[in-house]
């Protein structure tokens, strides 16, 4: 079970598989683009991409701005699968029938519906379409408008919320995979163009391989692509130091509309206050208001870290030791807190170059411009969390010993896996003030406790992120998992946090959006959603459920009530 439950994300990604349309966007569309919210999926779980390096550099231009057709959609056209693959291809100027375009292959739509992720219902797309450019992207979505079908964007399939589940009456699912470039890069800007199937581990990798002392800071999990990352509005192991997708590491996206336009959010530069910030509109939006189909992002200076690793008596004690560590101004990239339970799951995983103390403890990656400003820097490390009581300092002498002792971290999933032979889990999020994590970490750890379930925890304790993996091995222990993640949320929201402090909402998240922001907040939401995509074909169901008759009655149009299987 415990190789089963991930083999979709442990293996390369399948290889080479295989009009009209709505009234262009109104003027309340055009003016509530500023508003904010937040387009694809992702954030756990290995899934590689098997791609060559000199690949990834393109010079290829994206489709330009289409101006869409003015024909209301044909409501009530019923066609089969077969049907719409057919005309899927003939839209895509694939009339010879590649298989690497378009597939209704039952082992391509399965992996496409249901996670080894999560445990949230899953449902099969109808068909799966492979674009490769802007163009065939507006294609899809004016074949969409023409039938009404809704569209769910798929990207590094890693999240964790159920952000790319079809409906259950089926969908157009628009697999990014073949939109994988980098193509600009602008290393005196420090930034680069890519198309949103490039993972960050790829970026990085690219970089490096070019010599190109530059790196993509956000580090969700391997297998994250940046359309994903946008799209959930993701942060990683270093927000600490560089924060978190909703940040400014994304300048500007390219996106097609739920209509067929094409809008790029703004210029390149650096900053702009020109106008309603439309590039956020689309962070942690799911999908639900456009799909990216380019992304400028921001690159950082690679400075030299080491890693450290410290013992505390308890939560509260490491947590204010991180919060004087920060507030002291010392280099921090990382600190995550993983507590007693994950270090003892390290230990019996055997993978690790040492055995640790089973004590709550954290995991500190410290950074500077010079050996002396890193050396200062640990100096003050130490002492500080040895005022916190804590002990057995390590800090690492090497490279090599850095890297041994990162990856005891890194592998957070496969050792909690280990505490409980043939277990599956389910990891889940949630963030709090700093001030407010010792707490929310023990009342979770006595519920958990409680439960009869085994779990560990781990936090991106620098900003008040933790992470539960709650082990189970039945259907009658998945229902307790369920009622843990609930009162997890309850309590964060409690705490004045979130529901989600990194892995986006989609499905998993959905019900807590109205007691965490608010009736008025999620109605401004859901404003902007009818005014972009009033037919709520694009990702329908994620973040806030978007239902006819509860906004704009009088213009609100049903989605034909039939099955596109």
Known sequence: MLRTRFVHALRPRLARLASTSTPPPSGLCRAVLGLGAGVLLTSAFFLTRPTQANSLISKQQVGTSTVPVHDPPAK??????????????????????????????????HIHGYSENDYHPGSAPTVVVFPRSTTDVVAIVKFANK????VVTYGGGTSLEGHWRAPSGGAICVDMRDMDKILEI???DSDLVCQPGVGWMEINAELERRGIPLFFP???????????????GCSGTNAVRYGTAKGEWFLNVTVVLPSGEVIKTRQRSRKSSAGFDTTKLFIGAEGTLGIITEVTIRLAPILPTTVAVVQFPDVRAATEAVREIVNSGV???????????????TNLYGQSTRKWPEKDSLFI???GSTPT????????????????GGTDFTCASSDAEANALWSDRKNALYSGLALVEGSRGWSTDVCVPVSKLPQLVYETKQDIESSGLVS???????????????????????????????????????????????????????EYLYEELGAGTVRLMKTIKHALDPYNLFNPGKVCSLFCGELYADTCTALPRFSWR
């Open 147 to 150: 039938y009404l079908i809704p």
């Open 218 to 232: 956000i580090d969700p999990a391997p297998g994250a692509s940046i359309g994903g990352m946008v799209s959930t």
């Open 373 to 388: 400003i890193m050396e200062e820097g640990r100096s003050i490390v130490e002492k500080i969390c040895t005022a916190h």
């Open 331 to 345: 280099g921090i990239q990382c600190v995550e807190l993983c507590d007693d339970a994950f270090m003892r799951s």
């Open 76 to 109: 009530g056209i019923k066609v089969g699968a077969g049907t719409l693959a057919k005309e899927l291809r003939e839209a895509l100027g694939d009339a010879n029938g590649r298989l690497d375009t378009v597939s209704t292959d039952p082992e391509v739509l």
């Open 456 to 510: 560990t925890i781990v936090g991106h304790v620098g900003d008040g992120n933790f992470h539960a993996l709650l082990l189970f091995k039945s259907e009658e222990e998945l229902a307790i998992a369920r009622g843990l993640v609930h009162r997890m949320v309850e309590r964060a929201i409690r705490l004045d946090g979130t529901c989600t402090g990194e892995h986006g909402v989609g499905i998993g998240k959905r």
């Open 365 to 367: 990656k410290l950074q």
């Open 186 to 188: 602008h290393e005196e």
